[in-house]
């Protein structure tokens, strides 16, 4: 009886999927028009929007918000989420921060400090998953207190005090040096984003994030390792936080534990905004780029048009609200926590 | 005598209060297609999840090749050669018709770790051509047709035939009722040719189709397998008894204790229709009358009692109930009204199994018993004791947690709930699944006394017999459309067999 | 019989772990024991508890609500700077504040059918920027005879005992009579043990959801009126890092976070355990910001502990 049920859903479903066609194309397009509307409307209001240098500047703020949706987006996907993006960048950060020459520590091994945090990042990512899928703990607790013991590792580590980077050509090559007026961190950000789109397309571990989040059941069925997956892209997404770190710790100098704050909630304003579900199965790493530059030009035009600071963060609570409930397919859940 | 390339050999599988599977064998040849039905409950289903690995076996064993197998997983059995149709689909609408043909088994695509999406659209494409389905493989199955995602479901178990060295078998759970009448003769067509290399077993309600497909026809019934005959000798008739087997007498019935209807009308049902579920149902219930709905799964009986309870909404049509026009947008207004609904699953929606026996009858009534903000727990208890004693529950106390009685007590304190919250239509749905034959009993005393109290019953057998039985008049449902309406006053019951014949 | 003697287990052990922590913690120090010092470190737990004890109700129906310290830091600046304008009606003003954020995060929860950790940090966003604009982004000072005429019913004394006990307390009792003896309470029990099944028995479960996000938002405006009155000032920022605390208080007080089991007096000893290991870290030279790490590991345990896995097939 409980599999006519689901025969009824899945029949009704398919009749709204015939009739919906034109309304599923446009939430495909929404997050671009929306984001092509917005930089309309601050062109309008303020000419300067679309300056060479300003636009330069956007990409610039856009570029340790990107790496981090990176990894936030795969695990939401998978129909997870994963908290833990601040605590696990602000150990990469102050790790990095430690290993190139700095007035902490004796230790100055130049750019492998990268390769360094990044490995960091997706041990603590897959430490995240590892608890999450053995201890059968949903995936937010796990990820607020590993979040909240990242924050405070970082601070433990340090003391409550800053490591001041000395070495430049780290800064440099990662944040502060520009080929063609483009801030290296840029560049680095757009290799992410391709990294991320491989592995989202062209890998088996990518197309069974999609298989778990929309039907974990059928993914086991299938024979995909379902618990390994999971784990493994914990770790993935940790190491796109590690790159995120070590990016921070370049761009302002210093380490210290709280080098990441707010970075969560613009992620995952970015991710939702973009057009990911939070049911996961649907949506992609080019939504939540899309859904990053909603996000910066829309800060970036508040800013221009002289509104206060502080209300940004409102703003993105709303834009959450309002994405979530615009996207969510409610047919999927009756139940709701 | 060749050897059956899938035999099981008295498999025996229970479920809590049911035994699916009773001492069942069955084989299936080479280039064969067998056919397999029943009634609802027959183990059907049950019978191919634990060819398919999703169940495993109480006892009994399968053979592949004649080799004794333990079938693990679903991924096992196809990498053993058997192959599943589902009947809900398990294709995935978020990802493409390729990706979905080989999810799970994308090795061969792989090139330095990234998969070849040249190649495995090619290789989909092959597939594809076996099931006549042009689309192209790059595309996403939820932008597909139903019936079209049905032909990629098929696609993705033939394509176990160029996987796999060897003869496959592939099962089909009911795999035409969502195909129109041309997608059906197309499917049977491609299993025609594919038997060269493949066995099928085909699950269908459609009686016609199953002697039209197949070779062989096994007949299950209540988990046992009755007959195994040959499909040029058998009529859609004769398939209808043994699917229902026994004639029952009307001792068995109990008709004297049946209650007689009177003539006002509770709950007026005019073209009532939910689209992808039922269309046009129109019906009248009367007060202290059992109206019983049979039909397969599928037929849509069981979303029609959801509709009515107020569970899910509706799209068309109209519900009076007491002749004042209503609109259910939630369980809570269809309450209001005084209809209310014995769920199937029990442990879900009729209980809440950490709460004692007094919560759980209050649930449904509990303003009955507040007095300011505060529960008159006094009261509550006395009233739980009452009905613990009208209905004979056995629990140890109004404090015991539901959780922990049987499943006839549990059974039973869900009818107190709604009766305490005096409701005056209670739809059933499957009130005796999983309770024992004992309890079973209890239960259709305790309807019987209901209706003699002036309750309205809208019932949803678990069998014929039970709707047959306790039923004054008896609708059927076919793919979700009223075929016939039965009298079955005491004295006057219809035969089972008269009700498959528009059951199926 | 098993299954019983272990809920026994589970009920009493928060408590048989708050009595040797604190029996640990007096074998290293003696002067903790004295009466001074108990009353002392249990009023300093009350501000946590009364966060702590709203939350427990959403985490009762199987939700959680991540916007209590941005609700306490608001309606601290409500407080603080509508105090000398409005004098006694600045605290119900701040303790609407509570209320109207609590039922917007149960209201877009509920009725727009968002996930609840989604819809309160999105609302968390929204009512941190309030707090800035309340207190203009600054740390507002509460005027000393301001704070002598209308707050000392929470940083007085009254017969040797803190005010804050007392208030903490009163709200223990409220709660707790709230949760055991209305219909509200058993529906929210409900809910969290099977949402479907008090759905199905034609409640409207939406309703009791949004009351209890509403209870929360409202017990973390308490909670920030009595951290204001006790630090003398309201600021945006006054309740950060009190959320891992507040959740980790309520589980490791025993309630599940898969809901339908818990209860008020459970957060309470909760909140006291994780005051004293607070001091039993701070004793053996933890410092303060490793002591984060040890709640966000309490935390996962506890919730690992506590959770009733046959409920949830598949963990997201």
């Not at chain 2, 080479?30 to 609802?40: C, Y």
């Not at chain 2, 004639?247 to 009532?272: F, G």
């Not at chain 2, 069981?302 to 309870?309: T, V, Y």
């Amino acid at each position: 009886m409980y599999q006519m049920f689901l025969g009824g859903a899945l029949r009704v479903k398919a009749a709204a999927l015939a009739g919906g066609a034109w309304s599923k194309q446009w939430r495909r397009w929404a997050p671009v028009a929306v984001l092509v509307g917005l930089c309309i409307i601050i062109g309008l209001f303020n000419p300067n929007f679309f300056g060479g240098a300003n636009f330069v500047r956007m990409l610039n703020t856009a570029a340790i918000p990107l790496v981090i949706c990176m990894g936030v987006t795969f695990v939401i996907l998978m129909g997870s989420i994963d908290l833990s993006a601040e605590g696990v960048i602000a150990i990469c950060a102050v790790a990095a921060s430690m290993l190139v020459a700095n007035d902490f520590t004796g230790i100055a091994i130049g750019l492998f400090s990268v390769p360094a945090a990044i490995l960091i990042g997706s041990l603590v990512g897959l430490l995240n998953g590892f608890i999450h899928v053995k201890f059968r703990i949903p995936s937010f607790m796990t990820t607020l207190g590993m979040g909240f013991a990242g924050i405070g590792l970082a601070t433990a580590i340090l003391g409550g005090v800053m490591v001041r980077i000395s070495d430049s050509s780290f800064r440099d090559y990662l944040s502060l040096g520009r080929v063609f007026d483009i801030p290296a961190a840029v560049y680095i950000a757009g290799v992410a984003v391709i990294v991320a789109y491989v592995i989202q397309e062209r890998t088996r571990i990518g197309r069974w994030v999609y298989a778990i989040g929309t039907d974990e059941a059928t993914a086991r069925n299938a024979g995909i390792p379902v618990d390994r997956t999971r784990i493994i892209v914990f770790g993935i997404a940790g190491a796109f936080y590690g790159l995120a770190g070590a990016l921070s710790a370049a761009q302002i100098g210093r380490g210290h534990a709280l080098i990441s704050q707010d970075r969560l909630f613009t992620a995952i304003t970015a991710i939702v905004v973009g057009g990911t579900a939070l049911s996961g199965g649907v949506g992609s790493v080019l939504n939540s780029v899309i859904g990053v530059f909603i996000v910066i030009v829309l800060t970036n035009g508040m800013v221009l048009m002289g509104i206060e600071p502080y209300v940004q963060k409102g703003v993105q609570g709303l834009l959450i609200i309002a994405a979530v409930a615009l996207a969510l397919d409610r047919s999927r859940l009756d139940v709701v926590k | 005598m060749t050897t059956p390339v899938l035999e099981i050999r008295n498999v025996s599988k229970s479920f809590p209060g049911v035994k699916a599977l009773d001492d069942v064998s069955f084989a299936i040849n080479k280039g064969e297609v067998v056919g397999l039905i029943g009634e609802n409950g027959a183990g059907k289903s049950t019978l191919l999840k634990v060819l398919n690995g999703i169940y495993q076996p109480d006892q009994g064993s399968i053979f592949v090749d004649g080799h004794p197998v333990t079938i693990t997983s679903p991924r096992h059995a196809f990498d053993s050669g058997i192959a599943m149709v589902f009947q809900e689909q398990s294709v995935l609408p978020t990802l493409t018709v390729a990706e979905n043909i080989f999810l799970g088994r994308e090795e061969e695509f792989l090139r330095f770790g990234l998969l070849s999406k040249k190649r495995m659209n090619a290789a989909a494409t092959k597939e594809l051509a076996k099931v006549h389905l042009s689309v192209n493989p790059a595309m996403r199955c939820g932008d597909l047709s139903f019936a079209d995602r049905q032909m990629v479901e098929i696609a993705k178990a033939l394509s176990l035939d160029t996987r796999i060295k060897g003869h496959v078998t592939i099962l089909l759970d009911e795999p035409t009722s969502v195909l129109e009448k041309r997608e059906a003769d197309l499917l049977f067509s491609i299993v025609r040719d594919l038997k060269s290399r493949a066995s099928f077993v085909f699950i269908s309600h459609r009686l016609e189709e199953v002697l039209e497909i197949s070779d062989r026809v096994y007949v299950l019934r209540d988990g046992k397998s009755v007959k195994e005959l040959e499909s040029r000798d058998a009529t859609v008739k004769d398939l209808h008894q043994l699917m229902v087997g026994r004639q029952l007498h009307h001792e068995y019935y109990r008709e004297a204790r049946q209650a007689v209807p009177s003539a006002t009308t509770v709950l007026e049902v005019q073209s009532l229709t939910k689209s992808g579920s039922f269309s046009n149902i129109s019906f009248a219930l009367h007060e202290g009358e059992v109206l019983g709905i049979a039909g397969v799964i599928g037929s849509g009986r069981e979303d029609l009692a959801r509709c009515l309870a107020g569970h899910t909404p509706f799209d068309s049509g109209s519900l009076k109930v007491k002749g004042e026009q209503v609109h259910f947008s939630a369980a809570y207004d269809a309450t209001a009204k005084g209809v209310g609904l014995v769920p199937a699953e029990r442990k879900v929606e009729g209980l809440v199994a950490p709460f004692t026996v007094a919560e759980n009858m209050t649930l449904a009534a509990l303003p009955k018993f507040v007095s300011g903000f505060r529960i008159r727990f006094a009261d509550e208890n006395a009233v739980a004791r009452q009905w613990i004693e009208r209905l004979s529950i056995k629990t140890p106390s109004t404090a015991t947690m539901v959780g922990s009685l049987s499943g006839g007590n549990q059974q039973k304190v869900v009818l107190a709930k709604w009766r305490i919250a005096g409701v005056n239509i209670l739809i059933l749905d499957h009130p005796t699944r999983g309770i024992d034959v004992g309890a079973k009993e209890d239960v259709y005393e305790l309807i019987r006394d209901m209706t003699a109290e002036g309750l309205a019953v809208i019932l949803l057998g678990d069998t014929l017999e039970e709707v047959i039985g306790l039923s004054n008049r008896v609708l059927v449902m076919r793919d979700g459309e009223v075929t016939a309406t039965f009298e079955a006053a005491p004295g006057n019951k219809p035969a089972q067999v008269d009700l498959v014949s528009h059951m199926v | 019989m098993k299954m019983e003697s272990r809920t026994r287990l589970q009920t009493w052990l928060p408590l048989i772990v708050l009595v040797v922590l604190v029996l640990l913690v007096g074998l290293y120090d003696r002067t903790f024991f004295s009466a001074g010092n108990m009353l002392e470190v249990t009023a300093d737990t009350m501000t946590l508890f009364l966060m702590a004890s709203g939350v427990t109700l959403v985490i009762m129906i199987g939700g959680i609500d991540l916007s209590v310290q941005a609700v306490a830091s608001m309606t601290s600046c409500i407080l603080a700077v509508y105090l000398p304008r409005f004098g006694i009606f600045a605290i119900p003003l701040a303790v609407i504040g509570g209320v109207i954020a609590g039922f917007a995060g149960g209201y877009v929860s509920t009725r727009l059918r968002i996930p609840s950790f989604i819809a309160t940090l999105a609302v968390s966003g929204v009512v941190l920027s309030a707090g800035n604009w309340f207190s203009e982004t600054k740390s507002v000072v509460i005027p000393g005879e301001l704070s002598q005429t209308y707050l000392t019913w929470a940083v007085g004394d009254f017969l040797g005992v803190p005010n804050e006990i007392w208030v903490g307390v009163a709200f223990l009792l409220v709660l707790s009579a709230v949760l055991g003896l209305t219909p509200f309470g058993r529906l929210v029990r409900g809910i969290g043990a099977q949402e479907r099944a008090v759905m199905a028995s034609g409640i409207d479960v939406d309703r009791i959801k949004i009351a209890a996000y509403t209870l929360s938002g409202t017990m973390a405006g308490v909670a920030g009126i009595v951290m204001a009155a006790r630090l003398g000032s309201g600021s945006p920022t006054l309740a950060n890092e009190f959320l891992l605390p507040a959740i980790a208080c309520i589980v490791v007080g025993g309630t599940a976070i898969t809901g339908g089991v818990g209860s008020i007096w459970r957060t309470f000893v909760g909140a006291l355990i994780v005051q004293v290991v607070r001091i039993g870290m701070t004793f053996i030279g933890v410092s303060v910001f490793a002591q984060q790490i040890v709640f966000g590991f309490i935390l996962v345990a506890a919730v690992a502990v506590t959770m009733d896995r046959a409920k949830v097939l598949v963990i997201k």
